[in-house]
């Protein structure tokens, strides 16, 4: 069974530019999360999808983050316009209807410069 | 306010001892409680849980008791071997149905040397 997939793995943009991270979650996990790590603090929760639904965003830092999930398969998260305070590795997990435990990907490591 | 803390930044154990990894949380609406390990350029990788309503889970070599009137919970790994060496991290969360957002805390790297 494939993990969870993201990528790129590795992105660093300028101030102002934009940037689409994907996540692919295993297949049939309707359960979809974005995390965020910015350097020296926690993991923070940013959304969580059911299927194609947002079940709860409340941790998106501003209107400058989108995410969307097609047809309750792969999911992204575009950031625009990117500003300093965004950099940190972004997490996405995946889990079925009523597990508690998530599988993550590896992560995409942000960097704008 | 971090409602999940992780007060040792760190640990370094002998091969075969056991270590004891410690969270405090605050938030006492908390009812299930999870931790995770990770490896550089990893994912964190789920490890272990505990309802609010047990007192300890047990999983081979770990262990994670609950203490709820001290609002702490604890990992024991015995033995511990060289390839945990990795960054464990504590989280937490409250039902709000199939929502399982996690509060995390800032991780403890533990060192297992041979």
């Known amino acids: 069974e494939a993990g969870v997939t993201q990528f790129p793995s590795h992105s660093v943009i300028e101030k102002g530019q934009t940037v689409t991270l994907r996540c692919d979650p295993i297949s049939g996990h309707d359960n979809l999360y974005w995390y965020r790590r910015v350097m020296g603090k926690e993991i923070k929760f940013l959304l969580h999808?059911?299927?194609?639904?947002?079940?709860?965003e409340s941790g998106m830092p501003n209107n400058r983050f989108l995410a969307e999930r097609t047809g309750g398969t792969y999911s992204t998260l575009k950031v625009q316009p990117a500003e300093l305070e965004d950099s940190g590795v972004y997490f996405c997990a995946s889990s079925p209807q009523g597990a508690t435990g998530y599988t993550f990907g590896s992560g995409t490591r942000l960097t704008v410069v | 306010d971090q409602q999940v803390k992780q007060n040792s930044p760190s640990l370094s154990v002998q091969e075969g001892r056991i270590s004891i990894l410690n969270c405090d949380y605050t938030?006492?609406?908390?009812?299930?409680f999870l931790w995770y390990k990770k490896y550089p350029a990893e994912g964190p990788t789920f490890l272990i849980s505990?309802?609010?309503i047990k007192d300890k889970n047990e999983d081979g070599r770990f262990t994670v008791f609950l203490n709820k009137s001290a609002k702490h919970l604890s990992l024991h790994i015995v033995p511990s071997q060289p390839g945990d060496s990795a960054v464990y991290f504590c989280?937490?969360?409250?039902?709000?149905?199939?929502?399982?957002?996690?509060?995390w805390g800032l991780g403890t790297s533990l060192a297992v040397n041979p």
């Open positions: 999808f059911v299927k194609e639904s947002k079940q709860d």
């Open positions: 938030n006492s609406m908390f009812d299930y």
């Open positions: 505990i309802s609010s």
């Open positions: 989280a937490a969360s409250r039902n709000a149905g199939n929502n399982r957002k996690l509060i």
